[in-house]
């Protein structure tokens, strides 16, 4: 008798991808593997891992470690409060759970940065519970294999009681990785292969024709671009940089202070300003170097880097670093990419 989950798992037994974090379901090694896959993709994702689990080989590693040790590994994996959180939580299971990721739903989703995904993604790889984990890849899978254009409510729960149906049997964290996988190997967002996919017998996308059109796809909205002015001083072979408060964007990571300015306003004047008021330092502007543009998912950014000297050293925050310390520090993609725009490295 024809039996989906079944077929599924064969295949998933012969096609599944090789990634390190299979190598052992450790809770560990899974819980960081699906905190790191949050918003990017798995060749991103597997280096970063490597180097991680070379450095910090156990979760009681992770939580003695200092949280900038942890960025500077983080530093270009992007969405950083990922990493900050993965730290505070790990310190929680070490204090309150002796060391041992928990088991119970409840108590793993009540740490920092854990929703219901990485709790069901988790708890069913590591500990073989009946959990879907349900993110964007696996809402799509399974709205082509019933059909489903419009992701409404009712849509969304019968996802959810087919996932359920499928992880009946007792496999449950291979099937959530067997639907990873086929909608990262065949049931693309633009691109499918029905003809290796294990659902195609039941799968009704396939069987009403042009699977790509469910389900609907949202809109993109326009981004916007926000333009910034950066600091760049050089003293006696020292930069002046500044870490950023650890609530929000990029949050705990390095930079030279930077400003948003808006258009018709006087950027010079703007820096002057920010310098004097908020990092205590009175500035002359030298040169500029040429913009720099980075895109994030919900804004691009235009940052200008002004070379400026200082007529006094000491400020009311940020620090002075060696030219040749910067790697030892961890900045966002931008920061670098301002840092070439300067030409840092033949300073
Ligand atoms: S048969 Fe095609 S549309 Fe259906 S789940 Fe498989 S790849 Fe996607």
Same mark, same amino acid.
């Given at each position: 008798?024809? $039996? ?32 790191? /896959? ?26 003695? *470690?200092?949280?900038? *040790? ?17 730290? +505070? ?34 708890? *069913? ?25 419009? /992701? ?16 009946? $049997? ?33 799968? +009704? ?33 020292? !930069?002046? !940089? ?7 964007? /990029? ?27 908020? /990092? ?68």
């Amino acid at each position: 008798m024809y $039996n989906t989950n079944n077929i599924l798992l064969t295949w998933y037994d012969a096609n599944k991808r090789i990634l390190p974090w299979r190598d052992y379901n450790e809770p560990y090694n899974i819980w960081l593997s699906e905190v790191m /896959l949050q918003q990017t993709q798995v060749k991103t994702v597997v280096p970063y891992y490597t180097k991680w689990i070379k450095k910090f080989p156990t979760l009681k590693s992770v939580a003695e *470690s200092d949280l900038n *040790s942890l960025l500077k590994l983080w530093e270009g994996l992007g969405y950083y409060s990922r990493c900050r959180n993965f730290h +505070k939580a790990t310190q929680i299971v070490v204090e309150k759970y002796k060391s041992v990721v928990p088991n119970d739903y409840k108590l793993f989703r009540q740490l920092p940065g854990v929703g219901d995904y990485i709790a069901s993604a988790v708890l *069913s790889i590591a500990y073989n519970k009946k959990y879907p984990a349900v993110d964007a890849n696996l809402k799509r899978v399974i709205s082509r294999y019933l059909g489903i254009k419009k /992701l409404t409510r009712r849509n969304t729960l019968r996802i959810h009681n087919q996932l359920n149906k499928m992880l009946t $049997n007792g496999r449950p964290g291979d099937i959530n990785q067997a639907l990873m996988d086929v909608g990262s190997l065949i049931c693309k967002p633009n691109d499918v292969i029905c003809i290796k996919c294990p659902l195609i017998n039941k799968c +009704k996308g396939y069987s009403y024709g042009n699977p790509i059109m469910y389900p609907d796809k949202n809109k993109r909205k326009p981004i916007p671009t926000k333009e910034y002015v950066a600091v760049f001083i050089l003293y006696n072979d020292h !930069i002046f !940089i500044n870490q950023r408060s650890e609530d929000g964007l /990029l949050g705990g990571l390095w930079e030279l202070p930077m400003i948003e300015v808006f258009e018709n306003s006087n950027k010079i004047k703007a820096l002057k300003t920010y310098a004097k008021n908020k /990092l205590g330092l009175s500035i002359d502007i030298l040169n500029c170097f040429d913009k720099v543009k980075h895109s994030y998912s919900h804004y691009k950014l235009l940052v200008t880097p002004f070379a400026c000297e200082v007529s006094n050293i000491e400020s009311k925050i940020g620090h002075w670093i060696r030219v040749g310390e910067i790697d030892k520090y961890a900045f966002s993609k931008v920061n670098h990419k301002l840092f070439n725009a300067i030409g840092i490295k033949n300073y």
